[in-house]
């Protein structure tokens, strides 16, 4: 026996509905959440030094805080403005924690090195050492 493949009555109203483009639509809006969410997190000014190799991707679960100093010589804490001594005391509050993030260390390209060894021995002293130094590449 042969099977029919049409429909019987072609004026009946659509029982379903097709998903599919809002799917789509979703997992697109997922891709540019991923791509633009961690270009938001670094907005301020900060001319970092060049590298010439490419670094490897974190994992997925892995927590970041940024601290970065800009040509003046000003301490944020993410976007934050803050002085050495609040910086200090926030770093104090991120060691007491059981799984402190990783420390994103943003230095711009014109700054006096010892900002950056500063900010690095008071990770030291608080016993962090997950410490990520931020550069551009070539």
Do not use: C
Not at 75 to 96: C, D, G, H, P
Not at 113 to 124: A, E, R, S, T
């Amino acid at each position: 026996m042969a099977r029919s493949f049409h429909k019987a009555n072609r004026m009946s109203a659509l029982s379903e509905i097709n998903v599919t483009p809002m799917i789509d639509m979703a997992f697109a809006l997922l891709i540019i959440f991923m791509i633009t969410t961690p270009l938001l997190e670094q907005s301020i000014q900060v001319d970092l030094p060049l590298e010439s190799v490419t670094r490897t991707p974190a994992s997925p679960e892995t927590r970041f805080q940024a601290i970065s100093i800009d040509k003046e010589g000003i301490y944020y804490w993410t976007q934050e403005q803050v002085t050495f001594s609040e910086l200090e005391n926030r770093i104090k509050l991120m060691a007491q924690q059981n799984d402190p993030p990783v420390i994103h260390l943003r230095g711009d390209m014109t700054l006096q090195y010892q900002k950056i060894i500063d900010v690095m021995d008071l990770l030291k002293q608080n016993e962090l050492s997950r410490i990520s130094l931020d550069t551009r590449v070539k």
